[in-house]
């Protein structure tokens, strides 16, 4: 289906709106995803919602909630925007397909389609049986970037996997290999940040030997992930961890670590923050990016460069 420019960019706003309010979700919503949905009617928002904590309502749901009893007889002439397909099975909540077509709504704008196999379409499908104009895609690389674990998760039967490493201005990841600050007291503590949102993370037995790292949340409010340690007589188990529900992992090294997750192409996104003002005389070269990793984004804070790579498809 065509739609004119000015549409289009409409229709991008207000899935804008949904992935802000998806985001919200980030830290409750597991194991399920990301999800915002915004209810608009003669270009006024006038109902919007988020998938607050699994178990809860969906998206979709708390959009419809939000609208009040004077704005409840425009539903029938409202689009909903929602940023992933809507569900159309009965898991720990009913189907929202059915609750949009109960609702009267005429036109859903989808972001992308839900890779969970008990969706995977048929909501977008259920919706238009019911004589509702759907259209598929708006802003999809957005929408799919936002759930990109889950979406993983799902498809490849294991964790979404980050590796990360700290290096200094000359490439190195040490000093004589001896542990050195390289991150700022703020970049450090943007890591257990990123701690917080993922679901474990793993050192090589060396490592846990050499520094004995933590591996929690000290510097953030946030759950801390699961701490895993790995060796030639504990490797680690893609499988198990799949089991047990662990959608994401990051992989913090020592570089023997790093490169077997490398050589085996067993990375979504590599994150590798440089300390510009900070060289040594030698010590562990910092892992070789693989070609097929893409700058995706690029800060700098306190002088510290931090470099997201993503994996060209």
């Not at 720990?92 to 859903?108: E, M, S, Y």
Request: proline share 4%; glycine share 8%; hydrophobic share 40%.
């Amino acid at each position: 289906m065509l739609h004119s420019n000015s549409q289009m960019n409409n229709d991008e706003i207000y899935m804008s709106r949904c992935l802000q309010l998806a985001q919200c979700g980030r830290q409750n919503a597991k194991p399920n995803p990301m999800v915002g949905a915004v209810i608009v009617a003669n270009n006024i928002i006038i109902g919007e919602g988020y998938h607050v904590r699994c178990g809860e309502g969906h998206a979709e749901v708390m959009a419809f909630a939000s609208v009040s009893a004077d704005d409840e007889a425009l539903l029938g002439q409202a689009t909903m925007y929602v940023s992933l397909e809507p569900c159309s099975h009965y898991g720990k909540t009913p189907p929202c397909a059915d609750l949009i077509i109960n609702k009267g709504i005429k036109r859903v704008i989808v972001g992308c389609i839900d890779e969970f196999s008990e969706v995977k379409g048929r909501g977008i499908e259920k919706l238009r049986r019911a004589g509702i104009d759907v259209t598929v895609g708006v802003m999809e690389k957005e929408c799919r970037w936002l759930n990109r674990r889950f979406f993983t998760f799902h498809s490849q039967h294991r964790p979404y996997i980050i590796l990360k490493w700290a290096q200094t201005a000359n490439g190195f990841i040490d000093a004589d290999g001896q542990a050195i600050a390289i991150s700022t007291p703020f970049t450090q503590m943007l890591n257990h940040k990123m701690r917080s949102e993922e679901d474990a993370i793993l050192v090589g037995r060396v490592t846990d030997d050499r520094e004995h790292p933590q591996l929690n949340v000290r510097h953030w409010v946030g759950p801390s992930p699961s701490r895993l340690v790995v060796d030639r007589q504990h490797p680690l188990n893609l499988e198990s961890l799949y089991h047990h529900n662990v959608q994401s992992l990051i992989v913090e090294g020592g570089r023997k670590t790093l490169e077997s997750f490398l050589v085996q192409g067993l990375w979504d996104e590599i994150r590798v923050e440089t300390n510009t003002l900070l060289t040594v005389a030698g010590g562990t070269r910092a892992p070789q990016l693989p070609a097929n990793a893409f700058v995706a984004q690029k800060e700098v804070y306190d002088g510290n460069v931090i470099i997201l790579y993503a994996r060209v498809l």
